[in-house]
Nanobody, 117 residues
Framework: QVQLVESGGGLVQPGGSLRLSCAAS????????MGWYRQAPGKQRELVARITTSGNTNYADSVKGRFTISRDNAKNTVYLQMNSLKPEDTAVYYCKADHWVRSTNYWGQGTQVTVSS
């Protein structure tokens, strides 16, 4: 009943851009902090960007200045604008919802981003 559905992944050349979307259903969206995580083969899953219920953001150092997280509460959707993509950005990107006061959290199924020539 709770679903986080990512979209927008794909194959892009180095220096290119993608915008990922995560559409949430089954939760009161504006009570959840939202985050994007990624996991490359053989690597630990890492936080890429987060946005709180009040709109505060934070980013991994590796993506600062290149990625932008945003949310549209009217659409129950969080976005990740990814610019100046590098091969090392290649990973499965996951959307996560964290309730702002409770420990409740949900994960999306992931979407593949491949940056390659």
């Amino acid at each position: 009943q709770v679903q986080l559905v990512e979209s927008g992944g794909g194959l892009v050349q180095p220096g290119g851009s993608l915008r990922l979307s995560c559409a949430a259903s089954g939760i009161i969206f504006n009570l959840y902090n939202m985050g994007w995580y990624r996991q490359a083969p053989g690597k630990q899953r890492e936080l890429v960007a987060r946005i709180t219920t009040s709109g505060n953001t934070n980013y991994a150092d590796s993506v600062k200045g290149r990625f932008t997280i945003s949310r549209d509460n009217a659409k129950n959707t969080v976005y990740l604008q990814m610019n100046s993509l590098k091969p090392e950005d290649t990973a499965v990107y996951y959307c996560k919802a964290d309730h702002w006061v409770r420990s409740t959290n949900y994960w999306g199924q992931g979407t593949q981003v491949t940056v390659s020539s």
